[in-house]
């Protein structure tokens, strides 16, 4: 399969996800794929108390029929495919602890996910068409975004809004079985579908837990209608009044980075921490510098890629009002991981606490156009000097196996609904999906009343 110049944009992403066969791909992306698919439902599951407002509103304007919808997560209560995707985005994003796509930054199980267990559990689809889905999803969008996302976000918008529709519009299409020309209509009403800020951020609100769902939501019913016959521009992409024109100033045309041999779900990346994913290795490194105390620390001086340091809420100090501003903030992570050695949920609520503000207040976010990625921390104390730590990430940085994969999802029992035999019967069925049935899956995390 060859997607080099061959048509519009649109049209050789279409190609691509159309074709895609999962006999066809290297073991290690079909490892990848349930590895990412075992992190992005344990995080979710682990915040489902924090996806309440979500499910609440997929129930009472959703259910329906068992046979007409989806059995939501953790609760098995059968709703529409539309309103379990809005729900299951907010459940899988509820810790933002969910997969990031760094180069795009886009939260792909978030936007991807949602729209296939919809289709697949309604659907009674095997576990092997959804991981053929997935990785196509995630291939599409990350092809299409990774030209134009660095300067769509500077724009303002966010990436997962922007480009989150075309992983679940390409990804859906790809479980229906969708013809390329089919597959460019979903990829044309996607293109329609997107939007979204980074404003939640600043303002710490809470669109941000709920932007995913739509995105996937709208990527899902986009391929539907193509289904249909509802028609999408082929063109949607590099058109003259275009997505990429649109969100990135892009000129009409352009090129699509090859698809081909590149599976860029192998750079899809995981967080330890449930904090936005460019203050995973600041967390890390200060964790990990040795002869600092809370109560010794001067300042604390963050120097990070221009990009990653004008990001939206980065370099917030405060006053928070909720965690959508303290789990952005990254000199209140930092304060948070240099007073206990890390990060816990419930730490990212202390908005009063007078002593975590005032460490707050002493951590200084700095661009430095030098550093390739990471950062450089630079912490000045009253007894002990100035102490440096310096870290550039690789391709394994973040990028966990299976084992470890399992073994944190495990160090997170307690925040998880599950039982414990029945979290090792969830890492079991989706570890081994390319051989079972979704509806497995998805009985796999429903909770019954004595559980």
Known sequence: MTTAGVGTLTERVAEFTAGLDLAAVPPDVVEKAKVTLLHDLGVGLAGHRLAATGYAFAKEHGGCDPARGARLLVDGTPVTVEAFALATGALVHARTQDDTQIAVSTHLGATTLPALLALADRADASGRDVLTAMIAGYEAASAIAERHAARSTARGFRASSVYGPFAAAAASARLLGLTAGQTVSALGL????????????????????????????????????AARGATGAPDALDGTAGHFRAFAGAEPGGELPEMDGEWRIRRVTYKPYPVCAINQIPVTVLTGMEGISADDVETITVELPPDDAAYPGIDAHGPFHDVGGTLMSLPYCLAVALRKGGIDLDDLYAFEDPALADLTRRVTVAPDARLPGGCRITVRTRSNGTLTSEFVPDASTFNWGREEAAGRLRAMSAELPLPAGRLERFIAVVLDLDRRPVRELIDATIVGPKE
């Open 190 to 225: 996607a293109a329609a579908f997107g939007g979204g800020t980074n404003q939640t951020w600043v303002a710490g609100t809470q669109e941000w837990r709920y932007q995913v769902g739509a995105a996937s939501r709208n990527g899902m019913v986009a391929a539907l209608l």
